[in-house]
């Protein structure tokens, strides 16, 4: 099992950018794949990125790709979100989680999850 926290986010204009982090405790945080997702008032939860336990792989959906990073720290158990050219739309609360598979990009992968930070982008 990992434990999880997301941190980092924050009110940025359009525009802008934002690095989020995801702090993992566990010493078998390196071999977990870590994603992130995302919740917007009133919609559901929907999945943003992730990269492998070795970090060779990611995986971006097509809303973010272009514009988010995913990287990772195995020495520092944490997992980076870079977000650049924000939009109004990436408004949402993320969230981080870990999975043992190797990219995974549904909610159904992940059995870890970390409570959220809020993202919000003004106009």
């Known amino acids: 099992q990992v434990q999880l926290q997301a941190y980092g986010g924050g009110l940025v204009q359009a525009g802008g950018s934002l690095r989020l982090s995801c702090a993992a405790s566990?010493?078998?945080?390196?071999?977990?794949?870590v994603g992130w997702f995302r919740q917007a008032p009133g919609k559901e939860r929907e999945f943003v990125a992730t990269i492998s336990w070795s970090g060779s792989s990611t995986s971006y959906a097509a809303s973010v790709k272009g514009r988010f990073i995913i990287s990772r720290d195995n020495a520092k158990n944490t997992v980076y979100s870079q977000m650049n050219s924000l939009k109004p739309e990436d408004t949402a609360v993320y969230y981080c989680a870990a999975s043992s598979v190797i990219v995974p990009t549904t909610a159904s992968e992940y059995g870890d999850w970390g409570q959220g930070t809020l993202v919000t982008v003004s106009s």
């Open positions: 566990g010493r078998t945080f390196s071999s977990y794949a």
